[in-house]
């Protein structure tokens, strides 16, 4: 009888464009998992009004737009590779800035030092994402998109689920500045990741018309909708645990369970959405992931959060696996302007929900301000599944 015996080899899956894309998204996604939720609760901590942070919020999502556009027409002539790598290091002057924040603020003001943590914010946040986008679809074929994004997207986030709760214990015990430190080490880690593959230099030309794609308005929809949701859960949902007393070491056990759920359901996701699969896959976690807002919303013990914040784990894993999938299978004839595109109508949703926000803090308290803005993402991601279901342009 014949033995067949297959070698790893080390040397091989390390020269990878996919691989290392996968070690490096690993390491970036616990550093910034172990903080990126807790940066608006420690702005508040630090003395900014929530209208302050709104404010911050909607000057980055405005400057994104611009710098994602500058940012991919240069994209070639400095490399993609080099662009990710660079983000990372400007990434880690990110959390240089929040560890220095006392003695900035002392010299340049609250406005000034809310100005620097911006730039870089938004600058690295945009190089990353447009690079990272490029890359991912450059190193695959369109035929098993969802499946490789489900495993980028997923085994960074496996790896990572305890991060905002061991996130939590190390603000707890040592502060904030511990686990800036952390974050900053795993950043460099990243970028050495991808020192192995070779750089890519891909044709870039940039068209306004195919960005504001006039012709396909329901999938701008479904970014611009998408978009609301992320600025939901990614900073009005972290304000309304601080705000609602939620303990630091509470709101790390919140997404540890949430994280679970959302690495599960992103590998399975994009595994069927390879197989046709996307639309009733996106259009169940637009239904489960719009009613988690509105229950969050309207929850007020750490056990009903949990529950809720998981259920928008579950459903938001399923939501953003069938959309994104679906985006990079497409992207392929014309990668710049499909990104260009994406990012557009998402920051225009992102955009939109923190101009409501600073309108409603006009009329109501803060707690029932945010209150209605999550309730109001909930509504806007559950009409999701209408859109997904009359488009045809992207969701197959």
Not at 307 to 327: R, V, Y
Not at 333 to 352: K, Q, T
């Amino acid at each position: 009888m014949h033995k067949y015996h297959q070698e790893f080899h080390l040397n091989k899956f390390i020269h990878n464009e996919y691989n290392d894309l996968v070690i490096a998204d690993t390491f970036r996604n616990v550093a910034l998992s172990l903080a990126a939720i807790f940066i608006p609760i420690f702005l508040l901590e630090i003395g900014f009004s929530v209208l302050q942070l709104c404010y911050y919020e909607l000057g980055l999502f405005i400057s994104s737009v611009v710098f994602h556009y500058y940012i991919l027409a240069h994209l070639p002539h400095w490399g993609v590779k080099k662009s990710l790598i660079i983000s990372y290091l400007l990434t880690i002057v990110f959390y240089f800035i929040l560890y220095f924040s006392e003695s900035l603020i002392s010299d340049f003001g609250a406005a000034g030092f809310l100005f620097f943590l911006g730039i870089f914010n938004a600058f690295p946040t945009a190089l990353y994402w447009s690079a990272h986008h490029v890359y991912f679809i450059k190193s695959t074929d369109g035929k098993n998109d969802g499946k490789k994004l489900g495993i980028l997207l997923s085994v960074p986030s496996i790896l990572c689920i305890a991060s905002p709760f061991i996130g939590s214990i190390l603000i707890t015990k040592f502060d904030f500045y511990g686990v800036f430190v952390v974050s900053i080490v795993l950043m460099f880690l990243a970028a050495w990741a991808l020192n192995f593959s070779k750089d890519m230099e891909p044709k870039i030309k940039l068209n306004l018309t195919k960005i504001i794609n006039k012709k396909n308005k329901r999938k701008n929809l479904i970014f611009f909708l998408q978009g609301i949701g992320y600025a939901a859960t990614s900073f009005i949902w972290p304000v309304f645990l601080f705000l609602m007393s939620i303990k630091i070491i509470s709101v790390g056990f919140l997404f540890l369970f949430s994280k679970i759920f959302a690495a599960a359901t992103t590998y399975l996701g994009g595994k069927n959405s390879d197989l046709g699969k996307s639309r009733n896959i996106g259009r169940i976690g637009a239904i489960g992931h719009g009613l988690s807002l509105i229950f969050r919303a309207l929850s007020t013990t750490v056990l009903t959060m949990t529950a809720f914040q998981s259920m928008g784990g579950f459903f938001g894993g399923l939501l953003g696996i069938a959309i994104d999938s679906s985006f990079f299978k497409k992207s392929h004839l014309d990668i710049a302007n499909s990104i260009m595109s994406r990012e557009l109508y998402m920051h225009l949703g992102r955009i939109f929900l923190i101009v409501v926000l600073i309108i409603l803090l006009s009329f109501f308290s803060i707690i029932n301000t945010l209150i209605i803005s999550l309730i109001i993402a909930g509504i806007t991601t559950f009409a999701l599944n209408l859109v997904i279901k009359s488009d045809y342009s992207m969701i197959s």
